[in-house]
Nanobody
Framework: QVELRQSGGGLAQPGASLRLSCVASGRAFNRCAMAWFRQDPGKERTIVAA????????YYADSVKGRFTISRDNTKNTVDLQMNSLRSEDTAVYYC????????????????????WGQGTQVTVSS
């Protein structure tokens, strides 16, 4: 069992930066691939970024490549999302997610692969 607790987010102006953090409880964190998803009201939840169990393999949605960075610290059970050069279209509720069944060489990118979810954090980019 893994519980995920998110922090960070809030309101930012276009071009600014925000950082999201996710702390996991439980002993399975090191076995989890981790990801950040986001969701607009009335729309499907979509993947933003993901990384494998040891953090050496990453995936980024095209819309955030070069602007967002996902990272993890397996000694602290944390996964972060650094968001730079924010745009209005980045406005959404962001969710941390964990896939406890992922193998080391895989970076899961679909919603259904993830077993555990954080509570969600609002990110609003507006001038």
């Amino acid at each position: 069992q893994v519980e995920l607790r998110q922090s960070g987010g809030g309101l930012a102006q276009p071009g600014a930066s925000l950082r999201l953090s996710c702390v996991a409880s439980g002993r399975a964190f090191n076995r989890c691939a981790m990801a950040w998803f986001r969701q607009d009201p009335g729309k499907e939840r979509t993947i933003v970024a993901a990384l494998n169990r040891n953090g050496r393999l990453t995936y980024y949605a095209d819309s955030v490549k070069g602007r967002f960075t996902i990272s993890r610290d397996n000694t602290k059970n944390t996964v972060d999302l650094q968001m730079n050069s924010l745009r209005s279209e980045d406005t959404a509720v962001y969710y941390c997610a964990g896939d406890v069944n992922a193998i080391l060489s895989n970076v899961p990118t679909t919603l259904k692969e993830y077993d555990y979810w954080g509570q969600g954090t609002q990110v609003t980019v507006s001038s």
